[in-house]
């Protein structure tokens, strides 16, 4: 387990090729968030072909068996989204994660859900694990109908979470963003199995390298703003 303190840009290239099995990630979304360095800093004229970079080194650093998940938002998510495509990593699925408490507006519709980037590096061998995110079916719960899947079904596209608020238990004073770790978790573990290296390129809080922890697997996060990594790096011995 390890938080490492500078730009993933400069991190990025020091991991070995081939050496990591998922990347799990929330990046800066370009919107005007204060991140330590103010809010202009979060303003990048740049932020497609930024994106580029750093997600071109993801891609050196998985495996063959790889997989990617990127969390972004509604205003720059097609950057994201083209980059990937870009690497040659075949895109799986694009998951809506609908936010309840989401941030509403007062003249226009409110931003209550963000897209999340799902690739793999091989796309006949990667992980996923079925149960981890198979559900009961509404033909079993609803109408008891004989023609349903004994199992359930692998659950859709669009995912119910709550996004962390300020008065949640799980809130993390310090830092601006927190994702929730029920969100991490089913990523983590229908891409991931116990012993394998998750890594976070941009750790924030820690959320995804505490998450990986709790799960079995070896994390990896890497950290701009020193007192993150600090928030991060307890977060992670707590777990």
Known sequence: MSIHIGDCLDVLPTLDRESVDLVVTDP???????????????????????C????????????????????????????????????????RNRITWHETFGVYCHNKFGRTSRPIYYAVENPKHFTFNKAAVTVPSARQEKYGDRRAAAGGKI??????????????????????????????????CVSSN??????????????????????????????????????????MEAA
């Open 28 to 50: 800066p979304y370009n919107i005007g968030i204060d991140y330590g360095k103010g809010r202009k800093a979060d303003r990048r004229g740049d932020y497609d072909i930024w």
């Open 52 to 91: 580029g970079q750093w997600i071109k080194w993801c891609h050196r650093v998985l495996k063959p068996h790889g997989s990617l998940w990127v969390i972004s938002g509604q205003e720059h998510g097609a950057d994201i989204d083209i980059a990937i495509q870009a690497t040659g990593m075949t895109m």
């Open 155 to 188: 659950m859709g596209d669009v995912w119910t979470i709550s996004r962390v608020c300020g008065t949640f238990k799980e809130r993390v004073d310090g830092v601006p963003t927190q994702l929730p770790e029920e969100l991490v978790r089913r990523i983590v």
């Open 194 to 235: 116990p012993g394998d290296v998750v890594l976070d390129p941009f750790a924030g809080s820690g959320t995804t390298p505490v998450v990986a922890a709790k799960l079995g697997r070896n994390p990896i996060g890497i950290e701009l703003n020193p007192d993150y990594a600090a928030i991060a790096r307890q977060r």
